[in-house]
Every structure is written in C-alpha cells, then in structure tokens.
C-alpha cells in the first residue's frame, strides 16, 4: 500500500483577479485543507495556483472547521476536472500549469450542495430525511445514537431491544435509558442494526486518501472531448449519500454512470432523487445467473467500479479489489467505507450521523445542556463524496499521463472526520457577505414531478453548469452502456 503525504509544501502563489480570494491562506501557503486534499489524492502542488475562492465565509457555521472542509473537497475535484480536462485537450500530454482551466469556487454554492437533500423539492413537497426512531437518545450512563431510516434497520433495531414492530419514540426513549450506551452499542451491532454510543473527541489518524498502483497496464486513449469524464464508464456499486454524490459528480462531467442495485435492498426514492442526477440505475441479483452475466457483461468494459459496501461484502461474488484487477488490469476500484480501513470497526455498518457521534463530532457540538449536536450538513458524506470523485479524476489523468497501472483507491468517512477534526487549522471568517441558497438553486422536470434542486458546485473555467439529465426512477433502466 502506497502511503500518501499528510500535507503539502508552501508553494509561491499566482496572480488572482481582485475580486477573488485566492487559495492562498494568510502567511503565503496555499490554503491549508485544499494542498491537503490535493496532496492526498498525488496532485502536483503547482496546480494549486489556479484555485480560488469567493462569497460569504459565514456558511456552514460550527465549532469544527466545516466551511474550510467543504470548500476545499469541491475545490480538489474541480481542479482534478480541469487538469484532467486539459490533458484530454493536449491529446493525453502532459498539461502546463497555465493550460489547466481556472478554478474558482463559490462558497454559497458549495454550502447550498452541501445540504443538496434539505434544498430538494418534488412538487413541492418537502422529503423526510430521518425516520422517528433515528436519532440522539439518553442511555443509562450517556447519549447513543441510532439510525433507522430503512425498514430493515428498523425492524433489526426494535428487534435487538426485544420491543414490538409498532414501538414509538416514546417507548423506545424509554427503553434506552434503562440500558448503558455500550451495552445497546454492542447489542444493535450483533442484531445487524445501528446505534452507536457519542463518545468523546479523539483522533483515530484515519488517512484522507489511500492508492495502490496496480501493474503497468496502459490505459485506452482518451479522444479530445468538451467534458474531462466523457466517455469514461463507470459502474456504481454505492447507495446513500457519499457514493452517490461522487458518482453523480463523475455523471456531471461527462461519465457514463450505470448504478446497479440488488433487488432484495430497498433504497428510498426521495434520496435517489437527489443523488440520481446525470445518471441512470438498474437492478441486478448477483445470485442469478442471467443478472451475473449482465454485470459481467458491464464490467467487460467498465473503466471504473464505485464500491460504497463494507469491507467483504462483494468478495464473496469475487468482486474483491485485487480480483478486479487480476481480471481488468488498467481497472480504476474506488471503495468507501464508514469507519476506515484498520481497526475492530473497519467491518461496522455505519452513516455519516452514526460516525459523527462515535469519533466524537457529536461531543464537540454539544449544546449547553449536553445534549450531542451534529454538523451543519452531512459533511463526511459530501466531502467524501467530491474526494472519491475527485480520486478517480486524478486516477484517469495519471494514467494517461506518466504512471499507467490500475488503481486501487480507499476513502472513508472516519478519515474524512479525522481530518476535519485534527488537520484543518480554523480560520475564523474573513467576510459577512449575506448567503443567498436561492442562487444555486434550479428547477427541472423528472420522472418524479418537479424537482427542486441545488446545482453542483465543481466549476472550471468551461465546466458544465448543470447535469445533463435528471434522475430517472430507481432501478428502470437497462443493465447496459450508452
């Protein structure tokens, strides 16, 4: 396993046009969390020049450094967009520091795509994002945390706790204070549902961002294209929210993304609803034969497979990393996890709530009456989600350029949570600019109603402005390439 840098040089700045800020920090150093991120997923350092940043610095408020979080994860992908975009312009060459298009990131449209899933509208009905029985409950010696939003979740958790199917948030309350956080903790984790007791601040010293190059297989030509992803197919093995927002990136920029569900999982509609745009969605049973021979048929020529299942889940279908690549040398794997890749936990299901609460985010934005609170947004979501998209783009440019190979990629939400908790320095805001979401808000016709949505916020100088098609309805689609 590659290690990768934990941070960056301080590089000598560009010029910035006078109304932007650039991505210089105070003291001359490119800012701190965007040469972090770029370090992490092997970016060359000079590049960092063409980033900059404007709008209101009071978005995303908390005690942990979530604005700087934000803006730097879009900021990384949207640089990975140009330079890979520039390379594909150049005919797979090699890009100088002036081709690679301007980055300029604003931070109201970053934090408004933050919150994609408050901000979304179908016939102007507002989504339900959590289910009555998610959430902070007090336990016998402190707080837990459990997540319910499935059915299945749901009925494994009131199962673990011996309680009937109609149970409330009452009687739940009720049951919970009677036990210790560590005891449901461990209980629910037996049952296969999810409560996971706040403990307090600590650093676990997860990475950002782990590569493996993998062979020296050279990677098919890229033809000149608008869009850097254009023609690149990618298979998306992920549900939620950080899997599907990388991948909904990836649609964006031009990919082909073909998301593939079993049939035997639920998914909620409303969620897909946001994540789904620009790409489109099937279900396949790997247990069947003929569904296993359409996704063979897909991988056939897949350029990349999205994996947002925990550690071991799809070996078992021989869909492991290194069998991927045994059989697609050249193959880019980007898997995710919640709560990292060493350690008793690695194998745990968990959301980004669940990890907010277990490496101690949930303390740290406690209200004054002790009570955990919880980040602005789902923000190890979505700034996972723009690093995993931004990993893959970097992978596509780096084989293409000067180091050919498959790639094995790994990211996490508790690596994303580590680095917000001990690497970003805070700046305090330099600006009381007002946020106006509207903004970056747009309205378009799907087959579920109207939606209202947030547009993306990865821009470059000639980036798309939005996606190309909105989400179709969840597993319609045929299992093949456009």
């Not at 009071?58 to 994860?73: G, Y």
């Not at 991988?299 to 078992?316: E, I, K, Q």
């Not at 492991?320 to 350690?343: H, K, Y």
Request: charged share 20%.
């Amino acid at each position: 396993m590659t290690e990768r840098p934990t941070s960056a040089s301080d590089q000598p700045s560009g010029g910035r046009p006078a109304s932007d800020r650039s991505a210089q920090g105070p003291h001359g150093a490119y800012d701190q969390p965007t040469a972090h991120a770029w370090a992490a997923l092997d970016g060359r350092a000079e590049l960092l020049e063409r980033v900059s940043f404007h709008g209101p610095d009071t978005v995303l408020p908390a005690r942990l450094p979530v604005r700087q979080l934000a803006r730097a994860t879009v900021a990384a992908c949207s640089l990975a967009a140009a330079e890979l975009s520039a390379v594909r312009g150049r005919g797979g060459e090699g890009a100088t520091v002036a081709e690679v298009p301007a980055v300029r990131i604003d931070q109201a449209a970053v934090a408004t795509a933050f919150v994609s899933e408050r901000h979304l509208r179908i016939d102007g009905r507002t989504p339900v994002s959590f289910a009555p029985l998610s959430g902070f409950w007090q336990a016998a010696d402190g707080w837990v945390r459990t997540h319910a939003n499935y059915p299945h979740h749901r009925t494994r958790l009131l199962s673990a706790l011996e309680l009937p199917a109609d149970t409330g948030p009452e009687q739940l309350a009720k049951t919970l204070r009677d036990h210790p956080a560590a005891w449901i903790q461990e209980r629910a984790y037996e049952a296969g549902a999810l409560a996971v007791a706040v403990a307090p601040a600590r650093d676990t010293a997860h990475p950002l961002a782990e590569i493996r190059v993998i062979g020296e297989t050279a990677a098919r030509p890229l033809p000149a294209a608008t869009l850097p992803a254009a023609g690149i197919r990618v298979l998306d093995l992920t549900r939620v929210i950080a899997g599907p927002v990388a991948t909904r990136t990836l649609a964006l920029l031009g990919a082909d993304v073909l998301r593939v569900d079993s049939p035997r999982l639920p998914e909620a509609e409303d969620a897909h609803a946001d994540t789904g745009f620009g790409k489109r969605s099937t279900r396949l049973d790997l247990a069947e034969p003929a569904d296993r021979a359409a996704f063979e048929d897909l991988l056939a020529t897949a350029d990349v497979v999205v994996s947002g299942y925990r550690p071991g889940a799809l070996d078992t279908h021989g869909l492991a990393p290194d069998a991927l690549l045994e059989r697609r040398p050249g193959l880019i794997v980007a898997q995710l996890n919640a709560w990292g890749w060493t350690g008793p936990w690695t194998a745990r299901r968990g959301f980004d709530s669940l990890v907010q609460a277990g490496v101690g985010i949930a303390a740290t934005e406690a209200a004054p009456d002790g009570r955990p609170g919880v980040l602005p947004a789902q923000a190890l979501d979505h700034g996972t989600g723009y690093l995993i998209a931004a990993g893959v783009l970097r992978a596509l440019t780096d084989q293409r350029t000067d180091r050919p190979g498959g790639r094995h990629l790994r990211f996490s939400l508790a690596g994303t949570a580590s680095w917000l908790q001990h690497r970003i320095t805070p700046v305090p805001p330099l600006n009381d600019e007002p946020y106006a979401p509207e903004h970056s808000l747009a309205e378009t016709d799907s087959p579920y109603g109207r939606l209202r949505h947030a547009l993306p916020p990865v821009t470059y100088a000639g980036a798309p402005a939005d996606w190309s098609r909105p989400p179709g309805r969840w597993g319609t689609d045929e299992p093949v390439w456009l």
